[in-house]
Nanobody
Framework: QVQLVESGGGLVQAGGSLRLSCVVS????????MGWYRQAPGKQRELVAA???????NYADSVKGRFTISRDNAKNTVYLQMNSLKPEDTAVYYC??????????????????WGQGTQVTVSS
């Protein structure tokens, strides 16, 4: 069983900063790509940022230059540093991970896991 647990969301004024964390725990062989997604009310879930196991990153155009994704492989943790926040960044932010964990026979298998989400609200 693998769990992804996010933390760090909250209410912040426009121009402020927040740092989200996502800890991966459980039966893990390896953690491959990790990503942060967000979903605003009435909108589809969208990719915000992603990072490979080797540290390569990509970002949605709307957050480039303001958000930074990073990971600490020793802690099985991925972070999202969000600066210069705007009201349009308001959403539930979800952590996503491509995690190699045991299948029912105990062999390594790539599974896609999601966290429960953390609310980020940016006031104007």
């Amino acid at each position: 069983q693998v769990q992804l647990v996010e933390s760090g969301g909250g209410l912040v004024q426009a121009g402020g900063s927040l740092r989200l964390s996502c800890v991966v725990s459980g039966s893990i062989f390896s953690i491959n790509a990790m990503g942060w997604y967000r979903q605003a009310p009435g909108k589809q879930r969208e990719l915000v940022a992603a990072i490979t196991s080797g540290g390569s990153t990509n970002y949605a155009d709307s957050v480039k230059g303001r958000f930074t994704i990073s990971r600490d492989n020793a802690k099985n943790t991925v972070y999202l540093q969000m600066n210069s926040l705007k009201p349009e960044d308001t959403a539930v932010y979800y952590c996503n991970g491509d995690v190699e964990s045991p299948d029912p026979l105990g062999a390594p298998y790539d599974y896609d896991y999601w966290g429960q989400g953390t609310q980020v609200t940016v006031s104007s």
